[in-house]
């Protein structure tokens, strides 16, 4: 093994030793973003308006799953129960799903830019609680707004099921979806959906135009666990599901052509992601509004650190989307305190800056 | 006791973390947050104290106020905007639409005072969950909606003989600006404008606060044909004909001068113009519907009917 030794052996040993060193930093980012990610819970589910003592949160939580309901009495106990866990869970599972379906996105839209707003859940979402908020008064009185779930979330995740669906069937031709023409068809859906909205917006009043606009911006506040036991069924198979989606989209990295020729059931993978997308993001807009940013930028973040392969983007997303949302969210809940700021505006003001800090960090790697 | 707590979270953590990672977040917060984070605070249930009201909804802290009670107030929403003194006294629980449910209960509340519409839904069942009691007052854009909204405060707050004092003292008010509406012989046609960004006039349609106000000022809403507030073009309010044009003070922006206003094509040829009666009035006075209002209709009347010499209300006087 000196020079006169051949160099593919050397340039296996690189190669080797550069994807064991990524892996290694890969199962690093895992474990430390996992580590913070369950500090950050806790420090969520201990912080809120409510001073109440760590020891006493968690002599809540423990009574609670040992079933011992003596030391369940007192409002402190409902704050941590009823409005604060839920909350948290929420978020985490929003955030995660919000951050996975951006990097799912991107990956199969081969495109940066893109974001769970591409497959016209969004927009979609956004016009069917405009309706509902606007038109809801008008035709859904009496027994509609006695329902279980309010026909707010419900009205959202619908609407966004239906645009996808619709254009998942204007861009599939002869059981191939193209992704451009889905790309294209959801900038025209999306203008769609934004002019009925503002057509929504002219016709209402000016109450229903606050709580369209609070809505807009996103919010966790009024997180119960019947809301989560609805939403989590919805986002849950999306983080399941992700590690099946990993080996496809990173073939498909090299374009579809080839990741055909590799034997990836592109359309297979492309039909999965579209769906679970959908879903996760439709329920996610339905719990908690539109909140931007998490989708898009959380995936860059991640790339930027540990590059683009997606058995460990995808995870990894998910673990940065649900600490950002959290995170946000203790923020939105403790900066005005008693009142609380709509968590799009906190999740925009905490991101940005970052990403744009790693962003001039690091140029070079954007492009390779 | 407290020393085993953490351990038994860890083992804990390590069952359930494959099955279920909500129990295994629970479970390690608590033992996390039993280790590492500082005590603050002692921990106590919330202690039930009669005096601690918490108001979303302007008017209901108007008029707490008006009956001298506001020292049992802990919390107003941000449209408690009169007395001025209430937003910088009280804590602020946001926007009446957009309350949190946390932020209202950490002011310990005995009472939450709901105007109609105050929400979201969410946050509000949640606060009736936690057994904080809830009283939800009407909100009506009437004298007797106005009396009904006043009796009810009081009734909630258990001051019910001021209340009815408060309430009769205004219905009496309203009585007397029934019969100054009724002494005018030809009512006068109004618009409210509400704002004119960029020379866009958004108006004081059918069923806004400003078209109540007209009409118990004794006008005529020229903007009614359109409903709420909404921009109206230049031609409609050309054609609308108003004698008065009725804008909000502000009190830290420019005022729109009378001579900007009748300058812009759509406004230079109003009756308006004539005599350039543009009027700027405060505008929580003005479209508060609280015990203020039927002064101030009194005032708008004086300003739509400057030659009929309103006189101030007489029950206005009274304590």
């Given at each position: 093994?000196?020079?006169?030794?051949?160099?593919?052996?050397m340039?296996t040993?690189?190669?080797?030793?550069l994807?064991?060193g990524?892996?290694?930093?890969?199962?690093?980012?895992v474990?430390?973003?996992t580590?913070a990610?369950?500090?950050?819970?806790i420090?969520?589910?201990g912080q809120?308006a409510?001073?109440?003592?760590?020891?006493?949160?968690?002599?809540?939580?423990?009574?609670?799953?040992?079933?011992?309901t003596?030391?369940?009495?007192?409002?402190?106990?409902l704050?941590?129960l009823n409005?604060?866990?839920?909350?948290v869970?929420l978020?985490?599972?929003?955030?995660?799903?919000?951050?996975?379906?951006?990097?799912?996105?991107q990956g199969?839209f081969?495109?940066?830019?893109?974001?769970p707003?591409?497959v016209?859940v969004s927009?979609?979402?956004?016009l069917?609680?405009?309706?509902?908020?606007v038109l809801?008064?008008?035709?859904?009185?009496?027994?509609m707004?006695k329902?279980?779930?309010?026909?707010?979330?419900?009205?959202?995740f619908?609407?966004?099921?239906?645009?996808t669906?619709a254009?998942?069937?204007?861009?599939?031709?002869?059981?191939?979806t193209?992704?451009?023409t889905m790309l294209?068809?959801g900038?025209?859906?999306?203008?769609m959906?934004?002019?009925?909205?503002?057509?929504?917006s002219?016709?209402?009043?000016?109450?229903?135009l606050?709580?369209?606009?609070?809505?807009?911006l996103?919010?966790?506040?009024?997180?119960?666990?019947?809301?989560?036991?609805?939403v989590?069924?919805?986002?849950?198979?999306?983080?399941?599901?992700?590690?099946?989606?990993a080996?496809?989209l990173?073939?498909?990295m090299?374009?579809?052509?080839?990741?055909y020729?590799?034997?990836?059931p592109v359309?297979r993978?492309?039909?999965?992601a579209?769906?679970?997308?959908a879903?996760?993001?439709?329920?996610?807009?339905?719990?908690?509004?539109?909140v931007?940013?998490?989708?898009?930028?959380?995936?860059?973040?991640?790339r930027l650190?540990?590059?683009?392969?997606?058995?460990?983007?995808?995870?990894?997303?998910?673990?940065?989307?649900?600490m950002l949302?959290?995170?946000?969210?203790?923020?939105?809940?403790?900066?005005?305190?008693?009142?609380e700021l709509?968590i799009?505006?906190v999740?925009?003001?905490i991101?940005?800056?970052?990403?744009?800090w790693?962003?001039?960090r690091r140029?070079s790697?954007?492009d390779? | 006791m407290?020393?085993s707590?953490?351990i038994?979270a860890?083992?804990?953590?390590?069952?359930?973390?494959?099955?279920e990672?909500?129990?295994a977040l629970?479970?390690?917060?608590?033992?996390?947050?039993g280790?590492?984070?500082?005590?603050?605070?002692?921990?106590?249930?919330?202690?039930?104290?009669?005096?601690?009201?918490v108001v979303?909804?302007?008017?209901?802290?108007?008029?707490?106020?008006a009956?001298?009670?506001q020292?049992r107030?802990?919390?107003i929403?941000?449209t408690?905007?009169?007395?001025?003194?209430?937003?910088?006294?009280?804590a602020?629980?946001?926007?009446?639409r957009?309350?949190?449910?946390?932020g209202v209960?950490?002011?310990k509340?005995?009472?939450?005072m709901l105007?109609?519409?105050?929400?979201?839904?969410?946050?509000?069942?949640?606060?009736?969950?936690?057994g904080?009691?809830i009283?939800?007052?009407?909100?009506?854009?009437t004298?007797?909606g106005?009396v009904?909204?006043i009796?009810a405060?009081?009734?909630?707050i258990?001051?019910?003989?001021?209340?009815?004092?408060l309430?009769?003292?205004?219905?009496?008010?309203f009585?007397?600006?029934?019969?100054?509406?009724?002494?005018?012989?030809?009512?006068?046609?109004?618009?409210?404008?509400l704002?004119?960004?960029?020379g866009?006039?958004?108006?004081?349609?059918?069923?806004?606060?400003?078209?109540?106000?007209?009409?118990?000022?004794?006008?005529i809403?020229?903007?009614?044909?359109?409903?709420?507030?909404?921009?109206m073009?230049?031609e409609?309010?050309?054609?609308?004909?108003?004698?008065?044009?009725?804008?909000m003070?502000?009190?830290?922006?420019h005022n729109?001068t009378p001579?900007?206003l009748?300058?812009?094509?759509?406004?230079?040829?109003?009756?308006?113009?004539g005599?350039?009666?543009l009027v700027?009035m405060?505008?929580?006075?003005?479209?508060?519907?609280?015990?203020?209002t039927?002064?101030?209709?009194?005032?708008?009347m004086a300003?739509i009917?400057?030659?009929?010499?309103?006189?101030?209300?007489?029950?206005?006087a009274?304590p």
């Amino acid at each position: 093994m000196t020079l006169a030794a051949p160099s593919p052996t050397m340039a296996t040993t690189t190669l080797t030793t550069l994807i064991a060193g990524r892996r290694r930093t890969g199962l690093l980012a895992v474990v430390g973003l996992t580590l913070a990610c369950l500090l950050l819970t806790i420090v969520a589910v201990g912080q809120g308006a409510i001073s109440i003592a760590p020891g006493r949160v968690a002599e809540i939580l423990m009574a609670r799953l040992s079933g011992d309901t003596n030391l369940l009495e007192g409002r402190d106990v409902l704050v941590v129960l009823n409005i604060r866990l839920p909350r948290v869970l929420l978020g985490l599972l929003v955030g995660a799903g919000l951050a996975v379906s951006g990097a799912l996105m991107q990956g199969l839209f081969r495109n940066p830019l893109a974001d769970p707003g591409l497959v016209g859940v969004s927009s979609g979402a956004g016009l069917a609680a405009a309706a509902t908020i606007v038109l809801g008064d008008r035709f859904l009185a009496g027994t509609m707004m006695k329902l279980p779930f309010a026909a707010l979330p419900v009205g959202a995740f619908c609407g966004g099921l239906i645009t996808t669906l619709a254009l998942y069937l204007i861009a599939t031709r002869g059981g191939r979806t193209s992704v451009a023409t889905m790309l294209l068809a959801g900038v025209a859906l999306g203008a769609m959906a934004g002019a009925l909205t503002g057509l929504l917006s002219f016709i209402s009043d000016d109450r229903q135009l606050r709580d369209l606009t609070f809505w807009s911006l996103g919010s966790l506040g009024g997180a119960s666990w019947t809301k989560l036991s609805v939403v989590a069924p919805i986002i849950l198979p999306l983080l399941l599901l992700m590690p099946l989606l990993a080996r496809g989209l990173n073939g498909l990295m090299l374009g579809e052509a080839e990741a055909y020729h590799l034997g990836i059931p592109v359309q297979r993978i492309k039909a999965l992601a579209i769906l679970l997308v959908a879903l996760a993001v439709g329920a996610s807009v339905a719990a908690a509004g539109m909140v931007g940013f998490v989708g898009i930028v959380v995936p860059h973040l991640i790339r930027l650190s540990v590059g683009p392969d997606h058995r460990l983007l995808l995870p990894l997303s998910a673990l940065g989307g649900a600490m950002l949302l959290v995170g946000a969210d203790i923020v939105a809940r403790l900066i005005v305190v008693p009142a609380e700021l709509p968590i799009g505006i906190v999740t925009a003001t905490i991101g940005a800056p970052f990403f744009l800090w790693l962003l001039l960090r690091r140029t070079s790697l954007i492009d390779a | 006791m407290s020393g085993s707590r953490p351990i038994d979270a860890h083992r804990g953590l390590r069952q359930w973390n494959r099955r279920e990672l909500s129990l295994a977040l629970v479970s390690s917060a608590l033992g996390l947050a039993g280790l590492a984070l500082p005590a603050a605070l002692a921990g106590r249930a919330l202690a039930q104290t009669p005096d601690r009201i918490v108001v979303a909804g302007g008017v209901i802290t108007e008029v707490i106020y008006a009956l001298g009670l506001q020292d049992r107030i802990v919390g107003i929403d941000s449209t408690s905007q009169f007395p001025p003194e209430a937003l910088k006294d009280k804590a602020n629980i946001g926007y009446v639409r957009a309350l949190s449910a946390e932020g209202v209960l950490s002011l310990k509340p005995s009472l939450v005072m709901l105007i109609d519409g105050a929400g979201p839904p969410d946050a509000v069942s949640l606060l009736s969950e936690s057994g904080a009691k809830i009283t939800r007052i009407p909100d009506g854009l009437t004298p007797d909606g106005v009396v009904a909204k006043i009796a009810a405060i009081g009734a909630a707050i258990g001051a019910t003989a001021p209340a009815e004092r408060l309430a009769a003292q205004t219905r009496a008010r309203f009585d007397e600006l029934a019969t100054l509406r009724a002494g005018i012989a030809r009512k006068k046609r109004v618009l409210f404008l509400l704002s004119l960004q960029n020379g866009r006039a958004l108006v004081g349609g059918r069923n806004s606060s400003a078209d109540g106000i007209i009409a118990l000022a004794g006008g005529i809403n020229v903007a009614d044909a359109i409903e709420g507030y909404k921009p109206m073009t230049d031609e409609a309010i050309a054609a609308a004909a108003p004698e008065m044009v009725l804008m909000m003070r502000n009190s830290s922006a420019h005022n729109i001068t009378p001579e900007e206003l009748f300058a812009m094509p759509a406004f230079a040829r109003i009756p308006a113009a004539g005599e350039k009666r543009l009027v700027h009035m405060d505008g929580l006075y003005l479209l508060g519907f609280g015990p203020r209002t039927p002064m101030a209709a009194r005032d708008l009347m004086a300003a739509i009917y400057p030659e009929a010499a309103i006189p101030p209300l007489k029950t206005a006087a009274a304590p």
